[in-house]
């Protein structure tokens, strides 16, 4: 195998910017994925989520800048089959049944993937003598990922994938997508699911108002958000007493289960033990995703 040193990066996207009308829609993006990355692309509504995607998949252009994959042009990686996608927009061909599809786009690959390796991956075993115009939101987006692995892509374009997918579905796709990645290939994919983006990428990067305002793993990027939170298990608790300890932030009490939000969580857990030493079942978790998210995000639309 050769070295991933020796290959070019799966994307790299250097200095875009795109502009329609008067919205900026993207401002200056940069960041680069190697070979073997599982890559979230977060942010709210109006980031440049979508319209960073589109460029790098060569559905419009950049204004300034430039988008190279696998080394070569965004349309020269689609033409030789080197990446797929799923996207939210676009409908299947109607009229026909899913191992119809599924077969006519694979004869337009120039090298497809084995098309019993692509129906397994997919999960798609007992849909393929469905009709596409009978399949569920959730069995369309199945069909999708089939399209794109047809073409044996080395990168993956995801966005919004499991839109639509119940909660063990979402949980067999990711299973299949660290199979896929597994063999050293890449994914990109955007999702409003952060607990996805928290468990399964290597990385995230945040954009906000059409920048990147972060670019790390998961547990960097919530390492921002500052605080933590310390659960824990206390008869008889006192809310005033409680928020005396160092550190200690906002407190929850639901009966005997007490939440607290601490800027010093060290500090606070050897207090509570000393002051509390009834405290039982005692947990410390890192700021939720979200929480950092909202916070980078926020000062990243007001730069």
Not at 74 to 98: F, S, T
Not at 241 to 256: D, F, M, N, R
């Amino acid at each position: 195998m050769t070295s991933q040193s020796k290959r070019p990066p799966s994307v790299e996207v250097h200095d875009v910017h795109k502009q329609f009308g008067t919205v900026c829609a993207v401002d200056g993006v940069t960041f680069r994925i190697e070979p073997g990355e599982v890559v979230a692309l977060l942010g709210p509504n109006g980031a440049g989520k979508t319209t960073t995607l589109d460029m790098i998949l060569g559905l419009t252009r950049p204004d300034r800048g430039e988008i190279q994959i696998l080394g070569t042009t965004p349309r020269q990686a689609l033409d030789d089959g080197q990446v797929g996608c799923v996207l939210q927009q676009g409908d299947l061909l109607k009229g026909l049944r899913v191992h119809e599809l599924i077969r006519a786009v694979s004869a337009l690959q120039p090298r497809p993937a084995p098309l019993a390796e692509v129906v397994k991956r997919a999960q798609l075993d007992d849909l393929l003598n469905r009709k596409v115009t009978k399949l569920s939101g959730g069995e369309t987006q199945r069909v999708r990922f089939a399209l794109a692995l047809v073409g044996d892509p080395a990168l993956l374009i995801l966005d919004e994938p499991t839109a639509a997918m119940d909660v063990s579905a979402r949980r067999s796709f990711w299973d299949s997508m660290r199979e896929f990645v597994a063999a050293d290939r890449t994914v990109l994919f955007s999702t409003h699911y952060l607990e996805e983006a928290d468990a399964i990428a290597d990385r995230i990067i945040l954009l906000a108002q059409g920048r990147v305002v972060a670019d790390g793993p998961a547990s960097q990027i919530r390492a921002v958000a500052g605080a933590k939170t310390l659960r824990c298990t206390l008869s008889d608790a006192q809310p005033e007493a409680l928020s005396k300890l160092p550190g200690a932030g906002p407190i929850t009490v639901h009966g005997t289960q007490i939440t607290i939000r601490s800027l010093d969580s060290d500090r606070t857990l050897r207090a509570l033990l000393d002051g509390f030493p009834l405290a039982s079942d005692i947990e410390v978790t890192a700021a939720p995703l979200a929480d950092a998210v909202l916070a980078l995000t926020d000062a990243g639309s007001h730069r």
